[in-house]
């Protein structure tokens, strides 16, 4: 059973630190890309970053510089390291898993940036 969980989500200061991980199981891991998106409360769910089958790399405009995606294909896990994070920031954050028509989501993690 193909199957997501991440770890990892907390409360943090304004400009603080966190990274958040994400175990994959039931799935050909390295075929898949990754995603993490991020939903706060009244709003829709949004691209964070995304990392391709082919390691490609892409960011939303609003984390570019400030976080980071990996891959670990032979842990099958990905993470999203995120730095100087901002009130904004706060969200449940989703991982993504999709190949082709086949997608599989995280059941989330609470990031709050707060003072």
């Given at each position: ?55 490609r790399l892409d960011y939303s405009d609003s984390v570019q510089?400030?976080f980071t995606i990996s891959r670990d294909n032979a842990k ?40």
């Amino acid at each position: 059973q193909a199957q997501l969980v991440e770890s990892g989500g907390d409360s943090v200061q304004p400009g603080g630190s966190l990274r958040l991980s994400c175990a994959a199981s039931g799935i050909s891991f390295s075929f898949y890309a990754l995603a993490w998106y991020r939903q706060a409360p009244g709003e829709e769910r949004e691209l964070v970053a995304r990392v391709r089958a082919n390691h490609r790399l892409d960011y939303s405009d609003s984390v570019q510089g400030r976080f980071t995606i990996s891959r670990d294909n032979a842990k099958k896990e990905v993470y999203l390291q995120m730095n100087n994070l901002k009130p904004e920031g706060t969200a449940v954050y989703y991982c993504n898993a999709i190949l082709e028509t086949r997608g599989i989501w995280g059941q989330g993690a609470q990031v709050t940036v707060t003072s």
